[in-house]
């Protein structure tokens, strides 16, 4: 007998009245991305007991019979599960999304881990590895990872795997940030970023160790039949019952299938240890010829680049929106350095620039040698108008004893030059800033050939700078 047959008339009317309120706030609140998702299941032109029937003939299909009784109960408890929560939501003040998601995480989430645990066979807390060289002097990177039940999961790869690993989950970051768009719900820091970028940096100095091109003959010694160690990558995206953004992925290795689930801070430190990994090759193996491709490289560059880019949209959002608050705890609170350089930040993001000029002013009575705000003010003065001071303060933070050594910050201090050049015409100048820059730190080149303020110097950027 077929599951369909034995679901009661009255479990069809909870049914139909799931899908009604499903329906309701649809088409209230439009087609948000987490409904697009599952609405494909929903046709308005369709009446109610042929959609539940369309409905219930897909899952038997799809699902086995206790999953799918699940997702049946489940959907006929949406309409419960919507009224306890939509009590709490203000759609005027653009919650709807955020809403969305607690609905759907609290009518499904939770009970589809209890329902089948082993579809995340690994919540990993932890991970660790070394590179070793094979018999073939092939690099393998021998990785471990933690259950949060202290058992250990043990997995090797080869550097073209790893390579194709960040990149896929760079990719899957920016995919989540796209799916968000300026709602306030990442957990992603920009510190992290920042640590990111430097193993860039340091990674991109061996750069005449790299094959120019994926088709370059890779070096004999590297045994070609190994290529089966090469990781496919599965992934998908979705939400706690919290309401975070999590990344689940299935690793296909030659000896096993490796599958976990991770938060934003698990997944951007995952990247960061391999890159780290990577970084330790290329100091300690000198004689080894890694077969590494500069393409390679660029394509997870640029993949980073725009990860980057839009969180920085993001965070330009949340400090339009915050703006009030903040200014509020500065009035409120005793007078810090952290505090109004944040605020300072804030009033260029809302176009003040009087009222930045004047605070990043009074911070410099302060605290003279602020890089920060040094760099900031030479941004609010080219805003104005103004590149010669725009220059001379960029140049000041520069000179700051706050980012001696720190060539992330220097780097992002000599691009802005670059920018303050380029609009004041000097564009020898702004040309040979850039290529500074970029022989330093590579991401600045993606920058550069999408900048407003480089336009009448992007074919030269286009013709004398590459990476």
Request: hydrophobic share 35%; charged share 30%.
């Amino acid at each position: 007998m077929s599951f369909i047959e034995e679901i009661r008339d009255e479990d069809k009317e909870d049914i139909k009245e799931g899908i009604g309120k499903f329906l309701e706030i649809k088409e209230k609140w439009g087609n948000k991305t987490i409904f697009t998702l599952i609405s494909e299941l929903f046709d308005y032109n369709t009446d109610s007991d042929s959609l539940i029937k369309e409905i219930l003939d897909d899952l038997e299909n799809l699902f086995s019979n206790t999953f799918s009784v699940f997702l049946i109960n489940s959907i006929a408890r949406f309409n419960e599960m919507v009224e306890k929560f939509i009590k709490d939501i203000d759609v005027e003040n653009n919650d709807e999304f955020l809403a969305t998601i607690k609905i759907l995480s609290a009518t499904f989430g939770r009970k589809i881990r209890k329902l089948k645990p082993h579809m995340l066979e690994l919540c990993w807390t932890r991970i660790s590895s070394a590179f070793l060289i094979s018999k073939d002097e092939e690099i393998k990177y021998y990785s471990r990872l933690t259950k949060h039940s202290g058992e250990l999961v043990y997995f090797e790869m080869d550097l073209p795997s790893v390579i194709s690993f960040i990149n896929h989950i760079l990719n899957d970051i920016n995919k989540s940030i796209q799916i968000v768009e300026e709602k306030i719900i990442l957990a992603l820091r920009n510190q992290r970023l920042n640590d990111i970028e430097t193993v860039f940096i340091d990674i991109f100095q061996y750069r005449d160790k790299f094959l120019e091109t994926k088709n370059d003959k890779k070096p004999s010694k590297i045994n070609s039949s190994n290529t089966d160690l090469s990781t496919k990558v599965k992934s998908s995206l979705f939400f706690s019952p919290g309401g975070d953004i999590r990344f689940r992925y299935s690793l296909m290795l030659k000896e096993q299938i490796i599958k976990f689930d991770s938060q934003y801070h698990s997944i951007i430190v995952l990247i960061l240890h391999y890159l780290n990994q990577i970084l330790n090759s290329l100091k300690n193996l000198e004689k080894i010829d890694l077969g590494l491709s500069l393409e390679n490289l660029k394509e997870i560059l640029f993949e980073f680049y725009t990860c980057q880019k839009n969180w920085d949209k993001i965070s330009k959002q949340m400090n339009i929106e915050n703006r009030e608050e903040i200014e509020k705890k500065f009035n409120e609170e005793e007078f810090s350095k952290e505090l109004s350089n944040t605020l300072l930040k804030v009033r260029i993001d809302n176009d003040d620039l009087k009222g930045a000029l004047e605070l990043g002013n009074k911070i410099l009575e302060k605290y003279k040698d602020s890089y920060i705000t040094l760099l900031n003010l030479g941004l609010v003065y080219s805003k104005m108008g103004d590149q010669e001071k725009a220059i001379d303060f960029t140049n000041k933070a520069l000179n700051s004893e706050e980012i001696k050594g720190n060539i992330l910050e220097e780097s992002r201090a000599n691009y802005n030059l670059a920018c303050y050049y380029a609009l004041k015409k000097e564009f020898n100048k702004s040309i040979e800033k850039l290529k500074e820059t970029i022989t330093i730190n590579p991401k600045f080149y993606y920058y550069a050939n999408d900048d407003e303020d480089l336009a009448e110097i992007q074919e030269r950027i286009i013709k004398e700078i590459n990476i």
